[in-house]
């Protein structure tokens, strides 16, 4: 009995990890000499980070603090998207950064297309905002995985469900 084994190719980050990343760009404005009297807030929404501050160079430092943190935690920066900067009340400025989950249809094609151009015993099938990948050999998924690892997609990819 040929038995096979398979993985899930997903795009996703740890909530509670970008939590804490968050928390710990909050607490540091506060603490930091050039941001403490900025009134600059950062809310997280449920896909959506909004920064709300006093200056394109206070964003500037805001957004990068907020990489860092997130960087430190093991979260892939692919997972913001930075909307433009909008002029809030009071000459404050604001700035939406979208959170990227899930695959999409295009990015899911490309991945299913390198599988079988490259590997020709492996089958990729496109589930959702997922793409499953089957093989009859582990060792052939290790080779799909440190593949896809060379790429670089448009999103953080992890491999999940591994059996």
């Known amino acids: 009995m040929a038995s096979t084994f398979s993985f899930d190719v997903v795009s996703d980050f740890d ?8 928390d710990q760009t909050i607490r540091e404005i ?7 009297d900025t009134q600059t807030t950062v809310e997280l929404g449920e896909d959506v980070i909004t920064i709300n501050t006093n200056g394109d ?3 500037e430092a805001v957004t990068t603090l907020l990489q860092t943190k997130a960087a430190k935690r093991n ?3 692919k997972i913001f998207d930075y909307g433009k900067v909008e002029s809030a009340s009071g000459n404050r400025v604001r700035q939406e950064i979208k959170l990227k989950k899930g695959i999409s249809q295009e990015v899911a094609k490309q991945i299913s297309k390198l599988i079988r ?4 015993k492996i089958q990729a099938s496109i589930q959702g905002d997922a793409v499953r990948v089957i093989a009859k050999s582990k060792d052939d998924l290790q080779a799909v995985i440190q593949r ?3 790429e670089d997609f448009p999103m953080a990819l992890q491999f999940t469900n591994y059996r």
């Open 15 to 22: 909530h509670q990890e970008l939590v804490n990343a968050i």
């Open 148 to 150: 896809l690892k060379q």
């Open 75 to 77: 979260l892939s920066l």
């Open 57 to 59: 160079l206070t964003l």
């Open 30 to 36: 506060k603490s930091r000499y050039d941001l403490k």
């Open 117 to 120: 151009d490259e590997f020709s």
